[in-house]
Each structure stands twice: as structure tokens, then as C-alpha cells.
């Protein structure tokens, strides 16, 4: 280290480190556009991030939901960014003293994309090349940044950082711009859903009870929750779009979405609930959905004796197994296209996806669907059911208490506790709640237009001062009551009583 001061050493190490981070922001943006040609999962970080996803154990998927909630996807993509900025920092830094370890490091990282790209759902092998070219570009980067005089940011070498700052923001852009123009939201746009043939029934008068705080009976779409695998939203081209409807039935066919659209249509209240829903979780939304009735699509088709399941399979490769007993049972198991008036939205499958009610969404409600495969639970398990969670999953009857909030603060005197319940396709008969341990009191109930929603309720509580622990829990339409027993989500949905501790002032 002749001659080189402590300051120059802390400089070139810097720079380095640097010239790391730069390096992988070129292999990022370089793959990003090149995956504009290719198709938008071949992007290292969704291609890594899904593949990750896919092979996260239930245990800490649970975990990610439960903690991040919907932004679970946002920070798993900004900890692989931060990861792959500290890994790129190390390489940087070894490739002061050992480039060809530093550029064997980025060959590494791109073989890990390149396998990961290679693995998802529908890849071809034009998948790697995204990944492969980054990598290139990544390395080619780094050994022109750090090409000597090293220790101090000369002329040349503060040109190679700049222009490649530039080369890696370009790219980046211009792939993102690119691979917006997938996007599917003008062809949304221009559909104009024809009229059902066979309309929902108005929502009875009373059904939002207009408690304040309390969550309103049709959720808005852009309110919906959204639950899914996919880090970015597959863009589905309605006039590319079709649906195959093959497996155990007599006549396989295709259908495209303007045929889809000129069948009579069936609109329909039903309640969407996810089943990591936690006990008073938010995992349920309703609306009103817009769509063919799936038991007609299939009885065109002829089912075959033997099969029991519904195998479908989304365009991003999701694939979900519904028990074709509950679609055929008379249900209004629908292929929804129509979400509370408007097209489905991006996020909520379009152009279609199907809806069950009664049934947990992972074994119900396909999103961005395109193959409908009638099938036998023994020969093709679903991405859920392989992975723990249970083949028959009807949706747990459940009161959830909205207001007062959970460790929330109110006046002493008329306090309302209100909330919603729901039992879907069973309906809810009864709501419950008790305070302190005491008796249980009947809730007021608003009307519903179907078993198939939720249900709010409402009651008036003489509030005292101090701590109290109110509990609700409902009675389906079968007479049974919510079952106290705690349950985790997994694998057939949680149980046990909502309650929450209130401080009453
Ligand atoms: N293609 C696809 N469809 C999917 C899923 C998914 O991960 N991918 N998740 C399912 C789950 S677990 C639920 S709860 C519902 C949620 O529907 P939403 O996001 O419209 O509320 O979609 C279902 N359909
Ligand atoms: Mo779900």
C-alpha cells in the first residue's frame, strides 16, 4: 500500500462499493428493457421475487400477510433491492483486488435469475435472456469502473460512473415505459358489458345500517382486498383472451370473449372472503358480480362421471381446485366478468375469473382465468392444496365486531357495537354479543338479499367507565353456532370469537 493515505484507501473502497451498486443498477434496467421484448416476468426481480414466493414456506407467507398485509408484495421487492445493492457493494468491493471473482460473482447472480426466469409458469427459454444480458452488462460495468487509477475518482473513471448511472436509469425507464404498454387498461376501457338477463335483486332497504365506522355492505372496488401470487398484475387482452373448458367432459371447447359476452348473464351479491383472514381480519370484500352461470358453461361441456374437482388455471399459471359438487349444486357459481357495474379490474382478474359463493377464495376464485380442466382431486393438485392447505374449504361462519375500534376509546353512556357477519351460502341468522364475560344479547340484523353476503348488525350498549372486553359471534343459517375453538388460517380458515378491549371514558 505504498504511498496511498488512509483517505485515498476509504475513497477507493467507497468507490467501489459504488461501482457495485451501479453495476447491478445496469444489469436491473439492461434486463428490464430486454424483458419489454420477451415478456414482463422475465425481469429479474419479479422472475427471483415470484419464484421466491412460490418456494416461501406457508409459515412465513402467513407471517408476510399477516405483518405487511397487502403491501407484502412492496417489501419483498424493496428487501430484494436492498439485498441485491449489499451483495452488489461486496462484489464491488472484491473487485477492486480480484475482478475476475467480482465478475464471476455477477455471472452467479445472473445463473440464479437465469434458473429462477426459467422456472416460472408458461417460461420459455427466451426467459433467461433478459437476466443473461444483465449480467453482461453488469459485469462489463463494473470492471470499466473499476479499471485503475482506482484510489481517487479520476477523470475517466468518474466519465464510466456517470455514463453508466445514465445506461442503467435509461434502460430502466425506458423497459418500464415499454412494459406499460401491455397494459391492458384501454381495452378495459372500451368494453361495454351487455345487461344481465338475469339481474340482482335490489339490495333491500336497511342493508348498510349507516353505523359510522362500520364497513359499508357493498365494498367499492377500489377498497376490494386483494389477495394473490402476482407481482405484477397479468395484462390479459381481452381480444386474445380465451377460455378452455376440456378434462372429464364429453365435448372440450373454447370460448372467446365476445362469445363469453353474448351468453345471457347472471348478476349476483356475493361476499368474497380469503382464508387467511385472521378472526377479524380484513380479508372479505363484497360486491356485485356480473357473469355466465359456470354450472351451464359446464353441463355444455358434459361432465363426466368420476370427476369432482374444478382444475383452473389463470394466465399468470396459478392454478386453483374447486369441488365441482358445490358448482353444480345450484349455487350461483359464476364466470364473473362484471365487477359492481365496471369491467373486472386488472387487480381483480380481468378480463374473467370466477366466483363460488360459500367457498374460500384459494378454492374458488380464479383470477385472470383462461383453462377450465374437469378433473379428479387424484391426478392434478392445486398450487394451495399442494402446499398444506385443505381441498374442501367452505367459508367458517364468522361475526367480526367494526366499531368500537379494537383498543379504541368512547364516552360512558349509549354506545353502539356493530359489525358484519357472514356464513356464506349457509347466511347468518343470529349475532351475539357479550361484555365482560356477561349474558349474551341478540344483535339487530339488517336485511340481506341472499345467504350468499354478509350481514351487518348492530346493538346498543350502556357503556360504564372503564376497560371492557366485548365479544360477538354469530349463528348460521343452519343453527349452529360460531365456534369459540381458536383456529389458525391454516389450513382450512381461522376460527374463534372476534373480541376487542375498549376503554370507556
Ligand atoms: N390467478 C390467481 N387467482 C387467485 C389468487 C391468486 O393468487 N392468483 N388468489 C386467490 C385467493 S387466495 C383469493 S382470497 C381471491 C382474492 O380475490 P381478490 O383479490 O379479487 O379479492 O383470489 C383468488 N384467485
Ligand atoms: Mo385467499
Not at 135 to 163: D, E, K, N, W
Not at 212 to 222: A, I, Q, R, Y
Not at 389 to 400: G, H, V
Request: proline share 7%.
Amino acid at each position: 500500500m505504498t504511498g496511498m493515505t488512509q483517505t485515498g484507501q476509504r475513497a477507493g473502497r467507497i468507490t467501489a462499493a459504488g461501482a457495485g451498486i451501479v453495476a447491478a443498477a445496469v444489469a436491473l434496467g439492461v434486463a428490464e428493457l430486454c424483458a419489454a421484448f420477451v415478456r414482463p416476468q422475465a425481469a429479474p426481480l419479479i422472475a427471483v421475487g415470484g419464484a421466491g414466493i412460490d418456494r416461501t414456506p406457508e409459515w412465513l407467507k402467513s407471517w408476510a400477510i399477516r405483518t405487511f398485509g397487502e403491501s407484502d408484495k412492496a417489501v419483498l421487492l424493496g428487501g430484494l433491492v436492498a439485498g441485491v445493492a449489499v451483495l452488489a457493494a461486496l462484489l464491488g468491493l472484491l473487485g477492486r483486488t480480484r475482478p475476475r471473482w467480482a465478475a464471476a460473482g455477477f455471472a452467479a447472480f445472473g445463473a440464479v435469475g437465469a434458473a429462477a426466469a426459467l422456472t416460472r409458469p408458461d417460461a420459455g427459454p427466451a426467459d433467461a435472456v433478459p437476466v443473461v444480458l444483465g449480467a453482461c452488462a453488469a459485469t462489463g460495468a463494473l470492471l470499466l469502473m473499476l479499471r485503475p487509477p482506482r484510489p481517487v475518482l479520476a477523470g475517466s473513471q468518474r466519465r464510466a460512473f456517470l455514463i453508466f448511472t445514465g445506461v442503467a436509469a435509461g434502460t430502466g425507464v425506458l423497459g418500464r415505459v415499454l412494459n406499460a404498454r401491455r397494459d391492458v387498461a384501454a381495452a378495459r376501457d372500451a368494453i361495454r358489458l351487455p345487461p344481465p338477463a338475469d339481474p340482482a335483486k335490489p339490495l333491500p332497504a336497511g342493508a348498510d345500517l349507516r353505523v359510522k365506522g362500520l364497513t359499508t355492505f357493498t365494498t367499492p372496488n377500489k377498497d376490494f382486498y386483494r389477495v394473490d401470487t402476482a407481482l405484477t398484475l397479468p395484462q390479459v387482452d381481452p381480444s386474445d383472451w380465451t377460455l378452455r373448458v376440456h378434462g372429464l367432459v364429453d365435448r372440450p371447447f373454447e370460448i372467446t370473449f365476445d362469445e363469453l359476452l353474448r351468453r345471457p348473464l347472471t348478476e349476483r351479491d356475493i361476499t368474497l372472503t380469503c382464508v387467511s383472514n385472521e378472526v377479524g381480519g380484513p380479508y372479505a370484500g363484497h360486491a356485485r358480480w356480473l357473469g355466465v352461470d359456470l354450472a351451464d358453461l359446464l353441463r355444455e361441456a358434459g361432465v363426466r362421471a368420476g370427476a369432482d374437482q374444478i382444475f383452473s388455471r389463470s394466465a399468470d399459471g396459478m392454478t386453483i381446485s374447486t369441488p365441482l359438487s358445490a358448482v353444480l349444486d345450484g349455487r350461483d357459481a359464476l364466470l364473473a366478468v362484471g365487477m359492481n357495474g365496471e369491467p373486472l379490474p386488472v387487480r381483480h382478474g380481468f378480463p374473467a375469473r370466477m366466483v363460488v359463493p360459500g367457498l374460500y377464495g384459494y378454492v374458488s376464485a380464479t383470477k385472470w382465468v383462461v383453462d377450465l380442466k374437469v378433473s379428479r382431486f387424484a391426478t392434478d393438485r392445486a398450487y394451495w392444496t399442494r402446499r398444506r392447505w385443505a381441498e374442501q374449504a367452505p367459508i367458517k361462519t364468522m361475526a367480526r365486531i367494526d366499531v368500537p375500534r379494537a383498543f379504541g376509546e368512547v364516552k360512558a353512556g349509549r354506545v353502539p357495537i356493530a359489525g358484519v357477519a357472514w356464513a356464506q351460502h349457509r347466511g347468518i341468522d343470529a349475532v351475539e354479543v357479550r361484555v365482560d364475560g356477561g349474558p349474551w344479547r341478540r344483535a339487530r340484523l339488517a336485511p340481506v338479499p341472499s345467504s350468499d353476503t354478509w350481514r351487518q348488525w348492530f346493538l346498543e350498549w350502556d357503556a360504564t367507565a372503564g376497560s371492557h372486553r366485548v365479544e360477538a359471534r354469530a349463528i348460521d343459517g343452519t343453527g349452529a353456532v360460531q365456534t369459540e375453538r381458536r383456529a389458525d388460517p391454516i389450513p382450512d380458515g381461522a376460527s374463534g370469537w372476534h373480541s376487542v378491549v375498549i376503554t370507556v371514558t
